[in-house]
């Protein structure tokens, strides 16, 4: 028991020093996010924004409009989807027509022999656009803002870099799946990214949103070396920081918005994500010290109730709450959700949960698919 007691107490501690580090740090990334960036080259490069898509129904066209609404001299979209007809095709010729200065490139083709069909789509892609310049990647879910490839574009062009990424921030539908999802990302994905660039050398990169360089794609080899592997965007970057390239966190926040409708889907995305990132950056194992709930909770449970552990478990509870509010409020601009922060300790529990679920086995869901995640991030589908 006094073991469980020390391991607790530690646990407690490091979570607490945490949040105040996080706090920080997300504070001077509000700051720097406020400086106005430097303007766009003489000669703007042009950009292919690649949108691989699942599939096109109506929340997907509703972020999609989004990207026909940046404000950029020099840019193409593209989009990958398995077809587009019917009503899909309907509404793909209205934002056409809405946009006519825009131009729209619909790819109906992947490349065979690909595990990610993510990238397959991908490969197929980037041949549609040979005079592109830089690559701007993100999933379906993302929403932006008409400053968004030039505060990217601006931020790529300082020498040496090959490759932007973006944190991002999290809005709901009304239903507690989305809500628990949405506070994951604001309450500790946001902060962690935020953080781990401060520690080391940004190595890796988000799928939210990843702008790079032609130069750096083929100095990696294309998209065509990532076609086997679950985590793609991570290893995106891992392979063009291999190469020689820094690769920045951008000041820029993209949206995404969360849609999962039953619980399960969340449980299902979340396990994905831990068991991907404990296979593909097995120091993400360091997270577990982040949930404060569940070690002052061991505590309390240690100690018999003790009025001490019952004192330390709320100073967890409020410290955890008020970064949470900071996070939500002064960071990332989702005031709305300052509603949810009574399930912040909720979901915290939960994830600690799903931390060690994701131990259990090496296989995921996604896309409809199973996979088994091979060493060094490959994955395999399966039956079952």
Excluded at 55 to 60: G, I, R, T, Y
Excluded at 124 to 150: C, H, K, N, T, W
Excluded at 159 to 164: D, I, Q, R, T, W
Excluded at 322 to 329: N, Q, T, V, Y
Aim: proline share 5%.
């Amino acid at each position: 028991m006094h073991i469980l007691i020390v391991t607790a107490a530690f646990g407690v501690l490091a979570s607490l020093a945490y949040y105040l580090g996080a706090s920080g740090v997300a504070l001077r990334f509000a700051r720097q996010a406020a400086v106005p960036l430097p303007p766009l080259p003489d000669h703007p490069p042009r950009v292919a924004m690649l949108k691989p898509l699942y599939l096109l129904d109506a929340e997907h066209l509703a972020n999609l409009e989004t990207f026909f609404q940046v404000d950029y001299p020099a840019a193409d979209l593209v989009i990958g989807v398995p077809n587009v007809i019917g009503w899909a095709a309907d509404q793909i010729a209205q934002l056409v027509a809405r946009y006519p200065d825009k131009r729209l490139i619909v790819v109906t083709e992947a490349e065979p022999g690909c595990a990610n069909r993510k990238i397959a789509k991908l490969i197929r892609m980037v041949e549609q656009v040979p005079e592109a310049e830089v690559f701007v990647l993100s999933d379906g879910d993302i929403v932006v803002e008409p400053d968004y490839l030039r505060r990217l574009i601006a931020e790529l062009d300082a020498p040496g870099v090959g490759a932007v990424t973006c944190a991002y921030r999290a809005r709901p539908v009304e239903t507690l799946a989305a809500r628990f999802e949405a506070l994951f990302i604001n309450t500790d994905f946001a902060p962690m990214v935020m953080l781990s660039e401060l520690l080391e050398p940004l190595r890796h990169a988000y799928g939210a949103t990843i702008a790079i360089k032609r130069g750096a794609l083929d100095a990696i080899g294309g998209f065509q070396v990532l076609k086997d592997l679950l985590a793609d965007d991570f290893f995106l970057g891992r392979l063009t920081a291999a190469r020689g390239f820094e690769v920045k966190l951008s000041r820029t926040l993209v949206t995404i918005n969360c849609t999962q409708r039953r619980f399960a889907e969340f449980w299902s995305h979340q396990l994905r994500w831990a068991r991907t990132y404990r296979t593909a950056r097995p120091e993400s194992l360091a997270t577990i010290i982040i949930y404060g709930p569940f070690w002052g909770l061991v505590l309390m449970l240690a100690a018999h109730f003790s009025p001490a552990a019952l004192a330390i478990f709320a100073v967890v509870i409020a410290a955890r709450l008020a970064m949470a509010a900071l996070l939500i409020d002064r960071v990332l601009g989702v005031k709305q959700m300052l509603a949810d922060l009574v399930l912040v300790p909720i979901k915290d529990l939960m994830m600690t949960g799903i931390w060690f679920a994701s131990f259990a086995s090496n296989k995921v869901t996604w896309g409809g698919r199973r996979f088994r995640i091979l060493s060094g991030g490959a994955m395999q589908e399966v039956d079952g």
